[in-house]
């Protein structure tokens, strides 16, 4: 980093900095994730900030003969860092056994170190974050699409009482080899109801969105009367 900056170099930081976290909170607005288009831009503008403000006191005096501390400029970066590690967990959610949001939290962190590099003054590794940024959240995303996974899967079936009972389930789904992670089910006497809820996980892909032929079936049998099915 140089010991002095013009106002060019300032604006170069900001703009690339700006630039950089429109990109990448585009892709995430996109694809409906809570860190989108203005956080991710005030993210990466807060930690370019902090590092042109850490260059520009980098030519200020460490410590005077008379003084007990001394001043640590790159302390101020790692503050942004920390902080941001605060954020990132609140953007994590765990229900159950499923934790969501830990790419929003990484994508945060992504970008804070990006805005460092372009606060620091490297911005050809800023530059070069923000290909490999790009290139992982999109074109890996689709590949990730196709590829088997684990998917969460959760199952609501409505029956009569005197229907099938989540006993008849449990044994279709052993016979399946699926582990359902929750079970609970109500009962509605007023609408002659039984309502039963399961949560496992299946083994797909992210874009089948409809149950397998194997289950879809059981809304067929005598006494089901709704059968809701959601992956995610």
Known sequence: MPLSLTWQDISE????????GAIIGLNRTEHGHSAGLRTTIL????????MI????????GGKTAGAFAVMDVMRLPLGILSGMGFIGAGAIIRRGELVRGVTTAATLWFVTVMGLCFGGGQLGLGLSMLALGSLVLEVLKRAERRLPRGVHITLTVDAALDGPDPEKFQHVFKN???QATTCDFTVDKVGQI???HWEFLWQGRAKDTGPPPALS???EWSGVLAMRWKSY
Request: charged share 10%.
């Open 53 to 60: 403000q850490a260059n520009v006191l980098l030519a200020t």
């Open 176 to 178: 399946l080899g699926i």
């Open 194 to 196: 039984r309502r039963m």
């Open 43 to 50: 993210v990466c503008l807060a930690a370019t900030v902090a």
């Open 217 to 219: 079936q059981l809304a």
């Open 13 to 20: 930081r900001l703009l690339l900095a700006v630039i950089a």
